[in-house]
């Protein structure tokens, strides 16, 4: 299994970055793909919102047009954690943000592919 958690949410006002964590740990791997994912209310897990996905071996990462102009992501070097690095919140960015993980060495966008997931972290903008 695959353990993952998230920190770095938190209440910011609109225009303001945050940088999210996710410790992974237990059995990564480089045939690994970790995402993240965003949920707001009335939607369940499965339908979050990608935001991002990146390889554990490489850390080749992939952005969606929705936010490629204002996130980024990485992980460091020792494989341990990934950031979701996110700029210019705004307050259509509120949600959970969850971290994920899948046995996979291409990018998925569907949550429900994902088999691993943390406990996610609130992050709220504020206009």
């Known amino acids: 299994q695959v353990q993952l958690v998230e920190s770095g949410g938190g209440l910011v006002q609109a225009g303001d970055s945050l940088r999210l964590s996710c410790a992974a740990s237990g059995r990564t791997s480089d045939g690994m793909t970790l995402g993240w994912f965003r949920q707001t209310p009335g939607r369940a897990r499965e339908w979050s919102e990608f935001v991002g996905g990146i390889m554990w071996k490489d850390g080749d990462g992939y952005l969606p047009d929705s936010v490629k102009d204002r996130f980024t992501i990485s992980r460091d070097n020792a494989k341990t954690t990934a950031y979701l690095q996110m700029n210019n919140l705004k307050p259509e960015d509120t949600a959970v943000y969850f971290c994920?993980?899948?046995?996979?060495?291409?990018?998925?966008?569907?949550?429900?592919?994902?088999?691993?997931w943390g406990q996610g972290t609130q992050v709220t903008v504020s206009s």
């Open positions: 994920a993980a899948r046995y996979a060495t291409r990018f998925v966008t569907v949550a429900s592919q994902y088999l691993y």
